[in-house]
T-cell receptor
Framework: GESVGLHLPTLSVQEGDNSIINCAYSNSASDYFIWYKQESGKGPQFIIDIRSNMDKRQGQRVTVLLNKTVKHLSLQIAATQPGDSAVYFCAERHNDYKLSFGAGTTVTVRA | EAQVTQNPRYLITVTGKKLTVTCSQNMNHEYMSWYRQDPGLGLRQIYYSMNVEVTDKGDVPEGYKVSRKEKRNFPLILESPSPNQTSLYFC??????????????FGPGTRLTVL
């Protein structure tokens, strides 16, 4: 079946280092991908998105890379800060207008 | 302030007692959606709506109903709740200007426990 998944359920990173969170997807028809951040007790918050006609997009301290050949998506966070500690989800939009989410990666920033 | 609101935030109920979780957005968004979040499973879509009077099933619609009589509201109805519907529920909305299911804004969540 179709699924969106993250390679690792947890990631521990030293404050100030760069973080890379990976996501694999299986639906080649997906045309839009989103990264969300969810802090404890809150709803998911949009971080950055990328459409399938792009392979890279940069935001403030974040970069999303899309490799359609291997169906891989990654989120890079530069100079990780304590406030970046959260669960990160990737999501893909199918051509039937549904969003599918991965199980999430819990990022813990060490001081 | 642009936001999605849900009520109640917490609810404990018993098997078979009908309940409704309300969702409202003030951003004039066409697209609205309900998700449930369970440990290890991420967010799974229950139902979504592209506009008023237009709803469709997501990945896990069994046991749920929705309605979209007004653009701003999208209530989730559990006619006969069961313990396997104990979960954290999120409502979300988005404009369809960039395509349906574009950047979605999420509500704060409703934690439901069915005994």
């Amino acid at each position: 079946g179709e699924s969106v998944g993250l390679h690792l359920p947890t990631l521990s990173v030293q404050e100030g280092d760069n973080s890379i969170i990976n996501c694999a997807y299986s639906n080649s028809a997906s045309d839009y991908f989103i990264w969300y951040k969810q802090e404890s007790g809150k709803g998911p918050q949009f971080i950055i998105d990328i459409r399938s006609n792009m392979d890279k997009r940069q935001g403030q301290r974040v970069t999303v890379l899309l490799n359609k050949t291997v169906k891989h998506l990654s989120l890079q966070i530069a100079a990780t800060q304590p406030g970046d500690s959260a669960v990160y989800f990737c999501a893909e939009r199918h051509n039937d207008y549904k969003l599918s989410f991965g199980a999430g990666t819990t990022v813990t920033v060490r001081a | 302030e642009a936001q999605v609101t849900q009520n109640p935030r917490y609810l404990i109920t018993v098997t078979g007692k009908k309940l409704t979780v309300t969702c409202s957005q003030n951003m004039n968004h066409e697209y609205m959606s309900w998700y449930r979040q369970d440990p290890g499973l991420g967010l799974r879509q229950i139902y979504y709506s592209m506009n008023v009077e237009v709803t469709d099933k997501g990945d896990v619609p069994e046991g749920y109903k929705v309605s979209r009589k007004e653009k701003r509201n999208f209530p989730l109805i559990l006619e006969s709740p069961s313990p396997n519907q104990t979960s954290l529920y999120f409502c979300a909305s988005s404009s369809i200007a960039g395509g349906p299911a574009d950047t979605q804004y999420f509500g704060p969540g409703t934690r439901l426990t069915v005994l």
